[in-house]
């Protein structure tokens, strides 16, 4: 007992790191973020990270098809994105990196343990 209390007592202090301010894009829909989330209905939400626009559609299921199909319709309304920055799932399914790809666009994944790091849409 007294070696843990002596350890806590000691033990090197858990360091925060630094926050790193995203960069403004230099245009509208330059960047984006993406999430799905759960309330009473599943939902994906995506953020202009320049004019912080806000879509919001409901999804009838969490599927790559449907995720895909739903930004298919974002994308024709606004344009395509440079980026989308999103959580993992669907996102970073093959099939979601293959219509990345074939529409020319990047998509880089937020942490999964620090999801503050996409705080536009989370």
């Known amino acids: 007992m007294d070696k843990c209390r002596e350890w806590r007592e000691n033990r090197p202090a858990q360091r925060n790191e630094p926050l790193h301010p995203t960069m403004l894009p230099k245009r ?50 606004h344009g395509i994105p440079d980026v989308v920055v999103s959580d993992h799932q669907p996102f970073l399914c093959r099939q979601f990196q293959v219509f990345a790809q074939k529409l020319s666009f990047t998509q880089q994944a937020s942490s999964p343990a620090f999801t503050q790091a996409n705080g536009q849409v989370e």
């Open 28 to 77: 509208p829909w330059q960047k984006l973020g993406a999430h799905i989330l759960r309330i009473e209905k599943r939902l994906s939400s995506v953020v202009d990270y320049y004019s912080r626009w806000l879509e919001i559609v409901s999804l009838h299921r969490k599927t790559e098809e449907t995720v895909i199909g739903e930004f298919r319709d974002i994308f024709k309304t």
